[in-house]
C-alpha cells in the first residue's frame, strides 16, 4: 500500500509560500511557509504533520495491541510533539515525545504500559522515524 502528498513552492526561504496536498485530498493546497514553521503565523508546518501522523499510528497501534490482550478501550486521547532543534547540521527533528490517556474498562496498569510499549516502538510511523530514505530528483528544464 502506497499514500502519496505533495509539496510546492515558491520563491526564496524566508519570503517564499508553499503548499501542502494529500492524495485523498483532506489536505488540498494546504499553505505553509517559514513563519508558520519558525514563528507563529497560522498555517501548518511538516513537523506539525509528522506529529499529527504519529499521534494518529500510534493510538491505532495501542488499540490493536489492546485487542491482543482481550481489551478494547472506550477512549484513547493522544498527544505528539515533536521538536525541531538546531543541530550541527543545520535544523533537525530530535524528539517525538506520545502522551497517551485511555480509558480501558478492565484493563490493569501493566497490561496498558506493556501494550503501550508495543505500539511505541511497533508504529509504523515510530519506525519511519529510523527509515532509509531514498530520493528521486529531476530537474524540469
Not at 76 to 84: I, Y
Not at 104 to 120: L, M, R, T, V
Not at 121 to 131: E, H, M, V, Y
Not at 134 to 141: I, K, S, V
Request: net charge neutral; hydrophobic share 40%; aromatic share 4%.
Amino acid at each position: 500500500m502506497k499514500r502519496k502528498a505533495s509539496a510546492q513552492w515558491q520563491g526564496d526561504l524566508k519570503a517564499g509560500k508553499g503548499k501542502i496536498s494529500t492524495e485523498s485530498g483532506i489536505l488540498s493546497s494546504t499553505p505553509y511557509s517559514f513563519t508558520t514553521r519558525f514563528e507563529n503565523e497560522k498555517g501548518t508546518n511538516p513537523e506539525e504533520l509528522i506529529a499529527a501522523a504519529h499521534a494518529g499510528c500510534f493510538t491505532m497501534a495501542l488499540s490493536a495491541e489492546l485487542g491482543k490482550a482481550g481489551l478494547v478501550a472506550e477512549s484513547l486521547r493522544t498527544s505528539a510533539t515533536v521538536t525541531l532543534d538546531k543541530v550541527d547540521a543545520g535544523w533537525g527533528v530530535t524528539e517525538s515525545h506520545l502522551e497517551v490517556v485511555a480509558k480501558i474498562p478492565g484493563a490493569s496498569d501493566e497490561a496498558f504500559q506493556k501494550a503501550a510499549h508495543a505500539a511505541e516502538t511497533g508504529c509504523p510511523i515510530s519506525r519511519l522515524l529510523k527509515a532509509k530514505i531514498t530520493l528521486d530528483a529531476r530537474l524540469e528544464g
